[in-house]
Nanobody
Framework: QVQLVESGGGLVQAGGSLRLSCAAS????????MGWFRRAPGKEREFVAA????????NYANSVKGRFTISRDNAKNQVFLQMNSLKPEDTAVYYC???????????????WGQGTQVTVSS
């Protein structure tokens, strides 16, 4: 059974930092693109960041560029999202996702985690 399990969410003040983790299991994720998405209250799910299997290519939403960093550890089937300079508008449930690459642009994400709540207070 394929599972993506996110952790690391919580409550933080504006300007603070959080590091989200996603542990993938149940199949080989060799070659897979890993991504982070988020859904804020009353809004649709939106793309946050993605990273290729080799980690040589990353992509970010404009709203998080320069503040968030995505990385991965293929040996442990984990992907991370380091979030710095957090803003109240970053408040959302954050989801980890996996899709067969090789490129970010044409990846259709086929596996999703249950999400972890991030709340940024002003």
């Amino acid at each position: 059974q394929v599972q993506l399990v996110e952790s690391g969410g919580g409550l933080v003040q504006a300007g603070g930092s959080l590091r989200l983790s996603c542990a993938a299991s149940g199949r080989s994720f060799s070659g897979y693109v890993m991504g982070w998405f988020r859904r804020a209250p009353g809004k649709e799910r939106e793309f946050v960041a993605a990273i290729t299997w080799s980690a040589t290519i990353t992509n970010y939403a404009n709203s998080v560029k320069g503040r968030f960093t995505i990385s991965r550890d293929n040996a442990k089937n984990q992907v991370f999202l380091q979030m710095n300079s957090l803003k109240p508008e970053d408040t959302a449930v954050y989801y980890c996702a996996a899709g067969p690459g090789p490129s970010i642009g044409n990846t259709r994400y086929s596996y999703w985690g249950q999400g972890t709540q991030v709340t940024v207070s002003s």
